[in-house]
């Protein structure tokens, strides 16, 4: 029995210490949920509440309307022009980082990082005092009847710069990761450049691909700033999407709003998914590989 008492005495005191921990553990769960529902999970469910408070009739009303299919439009042709631009730049930005040492690489890389540091309100402004009319080239535009601000090949330019980076970051690391053992290999044996690319590096790199074009295509759909700045906001010529939630929103048209940020939250619930989903066959792939 005295055996017994003295074993207890031993166990108590390793006890208490993992209740702490139990309860600090559970602390900083309920402290990190309760913040991302605050922030995130309850305004974002609010947009699909008061989105369909009034029915789905409304809702559809307003997605009908000649203003929002513009806004649609502009938002589509933006995306469907900076996505591939910026795909195509990043893969070769990537090649060229990994596959190559040359002066100035570091810089290039921090440089590639500018559109994530800078204020997507200050990289339109820089382009206005670029093609604006009192521009550097804003005489030379003018004089050649090219309309870059307040027009479509502006808000195009400040979508692709502010997505710019967003697939040569996804990509480098994982060319880095693979290392050049494949590609030499199959130079070796014959192959030329565009071949070892499409056979060898590319399917090495598709899925971190895919996930940077995802990203950017995000990025593009849902850009505020710079192409506010850009655009001029000009209802039912230079307005995009998210250009159209504010001005609706604005004008006390709460309904119309609302139909608009609907329609970017599940662009952003179909981005999420497609994420998970990439995200799952890489690590399948991963796997695949180690096994």
């Known amino acids: 029995m005295a055996n017994v008492e003295k074993l207890a005495r031993q166990v108590t005191p390793s006890a208490t210490p993992a209740k702490s921990r139990d309860w600090v553990k559970i602390g ?34 307003n997605m009908s309307q000649p203003v929002f299919l513009h806004a649609v439009q502009l938002t589509l042709i933006c995306a469907l022009i900076a996505v ?14 990994t596959r190559h040492r040359f002066p100035g ?18 990289a339109g402004l820089m382009l206005v005092l670029l093609y604006g009319r009192n521009g550097w080239f804003g005489e ?19 979508t692709a710069f502010v997505t710019l980076p967003f697939v040569a970051r996804e990509v480098i690391p994982v060319l880095e990761e693979v290392g050049t053992d494949q590609e030499e290999a199959a130079r070796t044996l014959g192959a030329k450049d565009w071949q070892v690319f499409w056979r060898v590096t590319l399917p090495n790199i598709r899925w971190a691909l895919l996930y940077g074009v995802i990203l950017t295509n995000a990025r593009a759909m849902g850009e505020f700033g710079a192409v506010s700045v850009v655009s001029g ?3 039912g010529k230079t307005q995009t999407l998210p250009l159209y939630v504010e001005e609706a929103y604005k004008q006390y048209e709460t309904e119309a709003a609302f139909s608009a940020a609907l329609l970017l939250a599940l662009l952003a619930v179909v981005t999420l998914v497609l994420k998970e989903i990439l995200e799952r066959k890489t690590r399948i792939e991963e796997v695949k590989e180690d096994t």
């Open 105 to 122: 690489r570091a810089f290039v890389v921090s440089v590639l990082d500018v559109p994530f540091a800078i204020s997507p309100v200050v």
């Open 233 to 235: 906001n000009i209802i």
């Open 140 to 158: 030379f535009l003018q004089n050649q009847d090219i309309k870059i601000i307040f027009a479509l090949p502006g808000m195009i330019l400040a």
């Open 28 to 61: 900083l769960i309920t402290v990190a949920v309760g913040y991302l529902g605050l922030v995130l999970f309850i305004p974002a469910l609010n947009v699909f509440i008061q989105a369909f408070k009034k029915g789905l009739a409304p809702l559809l009303h």
């Open 84 to 97: 591939p631009l910026n795909t195509v730049f990043g893969l070769c930005a990537a090649w060229a980082i």
